[in-house]
């Protein structure tokens, strides 16, 4: 896992296949900030923050004012490894 450009992000945490949480340099001012995060191609890989949870994926802490936590799943909902992930964040 590895970080192509940071703008507030200080580092990304690998959870496993194709589980990530990316951590802010920098806390938001709230936790009511949107993610659109993708990866892969759409007909094979997509991405979902996990705000409500994905099954198996033991999520409890997804999304604070100093993370988020995202997965690349297949469209079977198998989580995978994509070798591009990309995130965009609008929040305080």
């Known amino acids: 896992?590895?970080?192509?450009?940071?703008?507030?992000?200080s580092s990304i945490t690998d959870n496993g296949t194709g589980d990530y949480?990316?951590?802010f340099s920098n806390?938001?001012?709230n936790a009511d900030y949107a993610v659109s995060w993708n990866s892969g191609m759409k007909s094979v890989v997509w991405g979902l923050p996990l705000f409500g949870g994905l099954?198996?994926?033991?999520?409890?802490?997804?999304?604070s004012t100093s993370k988020f936590?995202?997965?690349a799943?297949?469209?079977?909902d198998s989580a995978t490894?994509?070798?591009?992930?990309?995130?965009?964040?609008?929040?305080?």
Do not use: E, K, W
């Open 1 to 9: 896992v590895a970080i192509r450009d940071s703008h507030n992000v």
């Open 21 to 23: 949480t990316v951590n």
């Open 27 to 29: 806390n938001l001012a």
């Open 55 to 63: 099954s198996g994926l033991g999520n409890t802490d997804s999304h």
């Open 69 to 71: 936590r995202v997965v």
């Open 73 to 76: 799943v297949t469209p079977g």
């Open 81 to 92: 490894d994509n070798s591009m992930c990309n995130a965009i964040i609008f929040g305080d």
